[in-house]
């Protein structure tokens, strides 16, 4: 993963996997309609967590500040990275 920065509180480094998170309840969510199915022999009770986790890797793929877990993170390279490396350089000599 390459380097970013938080466009939030400044912090340049490797963003982490904001949906990692929330896999738990994925898991849960699976655990659930597993044992339905399983129960009453309606197997395709197990498409809605199929539909969910495909639904939720799509929408919730995204990655997150390690620091403060803003979702706002941009390469270093880009207009707005450039921007805030500026201003961070800027706010430190000031202080």
């Known amino acids: 993963m390459k380097t970013k920065v938080c466009k ?3 912090y340049v480094g490797k963003p982490i996997p904001q949906a ?3 896999f ?3 898991l849960f969510f699976w655990l659930i309609a597993l044992a339905l199915s399983g129960m ?3 197997w395709y009770i197990m498409f809605l967590p199929l539909a969910w986790t495909i639904y939720h890797i799509a929408r919730f793929n995204t990655v997150k500040c390690p620091k403060c877990g803003n979702l ?3 390469s270093l390279n880009s207009h707005k990275g450039k921007e805030v490396l ?3 350089e800027e706010m430190a000599h000031h202080h």
Do not use: F, N, P, T
Request: net charge negative; with cysteine; aromatic share 0%.
């Open 40 to 42: 009453s022999q309606q």
């Open 20 to 22: 990692k998170d929330s």
């Open 24 to 26: 738990m309840l994925d």
């Open 86 to 88: 500026a201003h961070q």
């Open 8 to 10: 939030s509180c400044g």
């Open 72 to 74: 706002d993170m941009v």
